[in-house]
């Protein structure tokens, strides 16, 4: 606990500021590290090379622009499915989370059933729900619906509790001031709890967007145009499979980068802690 | 289809099925925690290049979706000469992901020990061993148990990954999706294994919240 | 306890102890003897560097420049030397940190045991009998979470005490604790200066430098701006410094 300067983080208050002799081992180490990582990366690198991956055909195409246009189209599906299924899975989880802290017993226990189902479930199984078990009845669904409903499913699960965590964290005397001026309970959570208890909760909500993101990427299962479906298209084009699945990924890694950063600075500027 | 029916055609397969499902789910789960062990390590090793990778380790395989890191295993390691059976992939691509997030866990678990008991310790003459060993290690695993506990309902979520890749015998999700493209079985057919998947995360959320209890750190 | 006055090698010695906190220069020129059985107590404003120099003394800070030494021996940089260095001199925190995981009792063996390889029934007998000491014997089986702060801080001088330590440092011993609380722990300490342990106290409790200090030191931006006999210092400051810090905390 140093009176001055920075915040310490635990990673480094694990050790002392070195003396000489540490000193002379952390640069031996740090050196022999660095030739460990370089050796390495040359591995990984000579083993696109030897394969031939590494050569020009492979990579042209990405310099093209109905690459990146086509590219770009499967991007915008992606985003089209996250944000209806974030959107309509924020609605569904504060119902699930409204049944859940109403009191009324039976709505209760159904809306925490439900709320496990949805968590406990893995989202492809959902999927094959939408895409082979609904057609059965009878009831046809566009591919956009196949994969957002899933998705926005198994996110509601996690977003009520979520959303629990954020009203379970108001503190108690706001609610007993409210009663003590008569509010009733339903004005109490929406005028007084639930504000709170989302401001709380903000940067984790941004943050399951990762969750959602990562799910729609199984839109090929029922033929959605994502940015991975399309990719995969572009494969059978270009013939380029290696590089196309890593720059695919190389895309999925850094939207849901920025979604946790962009998650971690709001919660830093709201003071809050990040729920997962 | 009826429940009688769907159980006499296909109740065997089911149960292969989560069978399956569980061993994946543990053989996963047991390089999850070895690997997040190493690169934990790693992240909070004093030298910058191991940290670095560790991290970086992290930001890659915690924000990658698990098709997209599937595909890359199952479809270009092979062309990198890097051949891997259909099973092997689906654990490998589980493995790499739970890993990134059992290492999170292991790190705020080493958060949640503040700076001052480093510094007592050091202050009664400890070895950095003896701090690791007495204070740091304890900690981080005591208050990892509820995150991990988690985790493990996770991996087994992600090992339906293998949905997607021809095995025998098929997890879970691929037996539904096997028995629904060969017949109408309808929202039973997809119950059953909903039912395997909700109660097995049940059965490992009760032992997780037991085991917290037990090992809780007071703060 | 009347001060040792023999010739002898001080238990702590600063000489020329200069440190920076980048642009801020907290410890100028710091010359400080602290001999056996003396009981020193360092008073200042907020970030004039007191606490800072008392936890330069076990190199939980290190040092830009000058020297530290531990009976005539200079403070070890590093390693293994440094921990038996740090083994024998106690140190108790503002914020107590006891260790969140391990019972009481564990808290004052790790030391005894895990240092000094004292065998676990020994080191657990004497415990029970520093805990009595301080007060908190029952409360053995305990994690620190179940305790008051006065308690914890007083299982701190405990965990210390274990150590048979030459000389101990507190860093604002009471600065965390509820009014009420105070007490209890200055008395320990109050105790253990009459057993004639050597200590270093950075405290902002004036009763208890007037009465139990044999030194106090006055510290402002980062330099000894004046030290003396309690009485002596307290009733005619020598500088304006000091002189406005006490008019200060008269105040409230």
Redesign the interface.
Known sequence: MSTHGKPMSIRDALYEAPGPRTRRRMIIGTVLSLAAVAVGIALIVRQFYVTGQLAPRYWTFLGQATTWRYLFQGFRGTLAVALTAGVLSLILGLVLMLGRTSGIKPLSVACRVVTDFFRGVPSLLLIYFFFLVVPQYGIKLSSFWMITLPVMLAASGVLAEVLRAGVNAVPRGQVEAAMSLGMRPARIMFKIVLPQAIRFVIPSLISQLVVVVKDTTVAYVVSYPDLMQNARVLITNYDALVSMYFTVAVVYILLNFAINKLSAVIAERLGVKIIR | MGLSELLSTYGQLYLTGLVTTWWMTAVSFAFVMVLSVAITVMRISPLKPLRLVGDLYVQIFRNIPGVALLVIIVYALPNLRLVLDYRTCVIVTTILMGSAFGSENFMSGINTIGVGQIEAARSLGLTFRQIIQQIVIPQALRSAVLPMTNLLIAVMLTTALGSQVPMSPQELTGVVSYINTRSTGGILAFLIAALGYVGTAAVIGLAGNRLDKKVRILR | MTMDTRDDVPVIELRHVEKH??D?H?LRDINLKVSRGEVLVVIGP??SGK??MCRTI?????IDSGEILIEGKPL?????E??????????V?????????KTILENVT??PI??LGMKREDAEKRAMELLARVGVAEQAAK????LSGGQQQRV?IA??LA?NPKAMMFDEPTSALDPEMINEVLDVMVELARGGMTMVVVTHEMNFARRVADRVVFMADGQIVEEGAPDEFFDHPATQRARDFLDSIKGH
């Not at chain 3, 070890?76 to 293994?80: D, I, N, S, T």
């Not at chain 3, 440094?82 to 140190?91: C, D, F, V, W």
């Not at chain 3, 925190?93 to 995981?101: D, G, I, P």
């Open positions: 906190f980048g801020l907290v907020s970030g606490s800072t076990n190199r939980l800070e290190t070890p940089a590093e390693g293994r440094l921990a038996a260095m740090r083994a024998e001199l106690g140190m925190f503002q914020s107590f940190n006891l260790f969140a995981h790790l030391g895990d240092v994690v620190p979470a179940q701190a965990r210390s150590m």
